[in-house]
């Protein structure tokens, strides 16, 4: 690291080098993740009714019905609009797809650790998950629980928490033998005191999110979205790498 390099600096240079070398390109494995995850969520929606759901409220929501009509806003449940177009057996394969899409979701932060560590990992890094499916899901039931609980109390206790156990999914990549609670208790271990630095790390990139939604605006469509997804991931997995070598 230079002599005047930040920590945060020294991490997102680290990162932009590592995703300039990767073969194949941080952008076609960014195009593969977007669309599964495009593909999932919309057949997601499809198969559990809330397709329907979802065209009904919009429906109300451009002629007033039942929303913005004072007169009728008073009968409008949200939850009954949902449950009358919700399909059981489509709601049970849509849960089966998320929690795939999740899983997918830890394959691409191991994509990203490997890029870190200035490996060579192939898109096909993007399925590893499904190796520990389900040591993973379950990893992040508990992760959910115990964000929710912490989130009881207040809002920022839930927050603490979740960047707590933000580093148990890189844990869990270099520990296989642990369990997901294991990972999770070493992740809580390995961020006592570092939960600030990785917060200013991720807030470093709200100028390249705002372009990014500039973007949006004026294209229709986040381009920078597929490189920049990846460089938070390497950043993020940079951070872990950091993290330990400090112990």
């Known amino acids: 690291m230079n002599g005047n390099e930040s920590f945060n600096s020294g991490i997102k240079r680290r990162a932009r080098e590592a995703i300039k070398s990767a073969v194949p390109t941080v952008v076609i494995v960014s195009c593969v993740w977007f669309f599964l995850s495009a593909v999932i969520a919309v057949l997601a929606t499809r198969v559990s009714g809330y ?45 089966a797809l998320n929690i795939c899409l999740t899983v997918v979701g830890a394959g691409f932060s191991w994509y990203c650790l490997a890029l870190a560590r200035g490996e060579k990992p192939e898109w096909k890094s993007l399925f ?68 600030v630095d990785l917060f200013i790390l991720q807030i470093s990139f709200i100028l390249w999110l705002i372009l990014g939604l500039v973007i949006t605006i004026f294209v229709g469509i986040d381009v920078l979205a597929l490189w920049l997804n990846a460089y938070i991931g390497v950043a993020t997995a940079g951070f ?8």
């Open 240 to 247: 872990y790498l950091a993290a330990k070598k400090e112990g």
């Open 51 to 95: 397709d329907k759901a979802f065209d009904e409220l919009r429906g109300m929501v451009n002629t007033g019905a039942g929303i913005f009509n004072a007169a009728t806003a008073v009968d409008f449940e949200p939850g009954d609009l949902f449950l009358r177009h919700l399909n059981p057996l489509g709601g049970l394969i849509s849960i």
């Open 128 to 195: 590893d998950g499904f190796g520990s499916f389900l040591k993973i899901v379950w990893m992040y039931i508990l992760c959910g629980i115990f964000i929710s609980l912490w989130s009881l109390l207040l809002f920022f206790p839930g927050i603490i928490a979740a960047y707590r156990y933000s580093m148990a999914i890189y844990i869990m990549r270099d520990n296989p033998e642990y369990g997901a609670l294991q990972c999770i208790r070493e992740s809580k271990a390995l961020m006592r005191g570092k939960k």
